[in-house]
Nanobody
């Protein structure tokens, strides 16, 4: 089973960009479907984006379509979330997640493995 470590969060202004990274340990990363979720204060954790094990399928929640891009580099055991045109409502703790058998759909809430999260704060 992989272990996940997120990085790249921070404090930015509205309109800025950030790139989150999620580094995975273990030799089986390329077999995992990967996802990004976020949780704002007082709210439930929500799906943000997902990518299939081979990168040929990607899904985004409506609120980030056209602004966020998920990608992966299986040679580096890393999945990325490029976030452009950030808005204050994007403020949340962002979590990386992995599933070994099924894909992350928008309604998916469970994962085989979760990272510890990285804080993203967008000021207006």
């Amino acid at each position: 089973q992989v272990q996940l470590v997120e990085s790249g969060g921070g404090l930015v202004q509205a309109g800025d960009s950030l790139r989150l990274s999620c580094a995975a340990s273990g030799r089986t990363f390329s077999s995992y479907n990967m996802g990004w979720f976020r949780q704002a204060p007082g709210k439930e954790r929500e799906f943000v984006a997902s990518i299939s094990w081979n990168g040929d399928r990607r899904t985004y929640t409506d609120s980030v379509k056209g602004r966020f891009t998920i990608s992966r580099d299986n040679a580096r055991n890393t999945v990325y979330l490029q976030m452009n045109s950030l808005k204050p409502e994007d403020t949340a703790v962002y979590y990386c997640a992995a599933k070994s058998r099924t894909y992350f759909y928008i309604e998916t809430k469970a994962a085989d493995v979760w990272g510890q999260g990285t804080q993203v704060t967008v000021s207006s």
